[in-house]
């Protein structure tokens, strides 16, 4: 596609479920980011996918949360026994290697969990 | 903590007026990255400068760093009320993790 997906766009779940949120990057682009925005605040880094390098899963919060990366395509960012205090829009980004370090957004998982 | 924080945290002018947006962030970076976010929306990329540039423009933007104080600046000049947006700074490492602060609120009147 043109650009960054995601889906869904948006997720309601129960205390206690888990979630898996999805992200198409720009094809080519082999570095992949995911981040946490909670409503009127800034991103929080959660985990950062290059090539075939190990991630930087240095942001994640806790053990309930979890992101595979398929070579240098998909991505599933996956949420475990879910919290209210998780939701949240999780944004996605990818960028290509050599490029001019700019980052491509999606348009975000808004997820709410009650 | 975030890299990167912005300053003010939101900000109210008319159109027509300039509008400043600061970012401080803690430790070296390769390059600075500002971007803009409509509400409920991704963040779009507005201008990167790297650590070896002082000054930068883009049309109505105008962006400034000073390595030896860790800060930036980005200016919008003769502003427009779909200029209305969160503004964010981004810093980028060596290990090409890519840091945000908690952005700028800019409401431009009409």
């Known amino acids: 596609g043109a650009g960054v997906s995601q889906s869904p766009s948006n997720k309601v779940t129960e205390k206690g479920k888990d979630v898996e949120l999805r992200c198409d990057p720009i094809s080519g682009h082999t570095a992949l980011y995911w981040y946490r925005q909670r409503l009127g605040q800034g991103l929080e880094f959660l985990i950062y996918?290059?090539?075939?390098?190990?991630?930087?899963k240095s942001g994640l919060p806790s053990d309930r949360f979890s992101a595979e990366r398929t070579g240098e395509s998909v991505s599933t960012l996956t949420i475990q026994r879910t919290q209210q205090e998780d939701s949240a829009v999780y944004l996605c980004?990818?960028?290509?290697?050599?490029?001019?370090?700019?980052?491509?957004f999606g348009e975000g998982s808004r997820l709410t969990v009650l | 903590s975030q890299q990167g924080e912005e300053d003010p945290q939101a900000l109210s002018i008319q159109e027509g007026e300039n509008a400043t947006m600061n970012c401080s962030y803690k430790t070296s970076i390769n390059n600075l990255q500002w971007y803009r976010q409509n509400s409920g929306r991704g963040l779009v990329h507005l201008i990167l400068?790297?650590?070896?540039?002082r000054e930068k423009h883009s049309g109505r933007l105008r962006v400034t760093l000073d390595t030896s104080k860790k800060s930036s600046s980005l200016l919008i000049t003769a502003s427009r009320a779909a200029d209305t947006a969160s503004y964010f700074c981004?810093?980028?490492?060596?290990?090409?993790?890519?840091?945000f602060g908690d952005g700028t609120t800019l409401t431009v009147k009409p």
């Open positions: 981004a810093t980028s490492g060596n290990a090409g993790k890519s840091t």
């Open positions: 996918f290059q090539g075939n390098s190990a991630p930087d």
């Open positions: 400068i790297r650590s070896n540039e």
């Open positions: 980004a990818s960028r290509p290697t050599g490029g001019t370090g700019e980052l491509f």
